[in-house]
């Protein structure tokens, strides 16, 4: 099975962050989103993937050839036309019989693939959710689905698509996409990925759903933070620090520096952070960053950002500097 990861976004919901940064190499609970979907990948025996870059792609290529050792093919998406025009350009690596899995790059989960991959059809991940119209949505008929829609105004259901879409044949859902690029069909001024598979299903493709109830997106601080705390609930305590007391769950790489200063719980400090006599909650110290004499909670310190100073609530960019001493 082949795995496509469509990463070529500027993350605009996440800046200052990604001015610097493309938001798949956002930090959370000591590694890189991509990190966590790439290392997924792998546990399921994953190791065949397509990734379209855009925004800072060379960075994201960089990442992935120094930290992993899958095998990627890497597809500049030059105009950002939609989910589909994404998918639709990395048509060459995914024509033929061999299953596909498409993820998007801003979404980590937790889920039993083969749920999907047994099924014997096409499948979708789904999830209730509260307000489905800020998602594409599926409407069932007879254990299939029968109907997709993008971000509907008034939903019927909240069956929620939560980016991990199993083809069961990506020929057909190929031959869907050119139909649509080709005939300039567009939904909210983008190709989406959703029209293709509804033309699939029109078609006589039988699409069954599976519930993804580890769904955690990272596409806002708020939801990066929320994130970052699921993360570390699953992870092991850190090593004791002389001098620095340690709220569990938390995570300290073992190339940070921290000295008099009460970490956690919920907190990651990236390699190469430095958190002196600080106290630091359920926040994201990114890699290279300095916190000294602050007391931070729900923040998050973009890449070789410097804080100083006393309580606050921060969302600061890469290479910032705040001085609030």
Request: with cysteine; charged share 20%; hydrophobic share 40%.
């Amino acid at each position: 099975m082949k795995a496509i990861i469509p990463v070529a976004g500027v993350g605009t919901r996440l800046r200052p962050h990604t001015y610097t940064l493309p938001k798949v190499l956002l930090n959370v609970a000591g590694k890189p989103i991509l990190g966590h979907i790439l290392d997924a990948l792998k546990a399921h025996e994953i190791d065949e993937a397509t990734i379209i870059v855009g925004y800072m792609g060379d960075l994201v290529e960089e990442y992935v050839r120094k930290h992993h050792t899958l095998k990627v093919n890497f597809i500049y998406q030059e105009e950002r036309l939609g989910l589909g025009h994404s998918i639709w350009i990395a048509r060459e690596n995914i024509m033929g019989d061999e299953p596909l899995l498409i993820i998007l790059g801003d979404t980590i989960f937790d889920v039993d693939l083969s749920l999907a991959t047994n099924s014997g059809f096409s499948t979708l991940g789904v999830k209730s959710v509260e307000d489905p119209r800020r998602f594409g949505v599926v409407e069932m008929e007879k254990g299939f689905i029968s109907r997709l829609i993008e971000k509907p105004e008034n939903p019927t259901t909240n069956l929620a698509l939560v980016g991990l879409y199993f083809i069961n044949n990506p020929a057909l859902l190929v031959q869907c996409l050119d139909e649509i690029i080709g005939n300039n069909i567009r939904t909210r001024d983008e190709f989406q990925l959703t029209d293709a598979l509804q033309m699939m299903i029109n078609r006589g493709e039988k699409f069954t759903t599976f519930p993804v109830e580890g769904w955690y997106d990272c596409g806002k601080p708020e939801t990066l933070l929320s994130t970052n705390r699921y993360l570390l609930d699953g992870m092991s305590a850190p090593k004791l620090i002389d001098g620095t007391v340690i709220i569990p769950p938390a995570f300290i790489s073992s190339k940070a520096h921290v000295e008099r200063s009460v970490i956690g719980p919920y907190t990651t400090v990236a390699a190469g952070a430095k958190v002196v006599d600080s106290v630091i909650k359920d926040s994201i110290i990114s890699d290279g960053a300095t916190v000294t004499a602050s007391m931070l909670e729900q923040s998050i310190i973009g890449n070789n950002a410097i804080v100083r100073g006393k309580f606050s609530r921060l969302n600061v960019g890469d290479s910032s500097e705040i001085d609030r001493s």
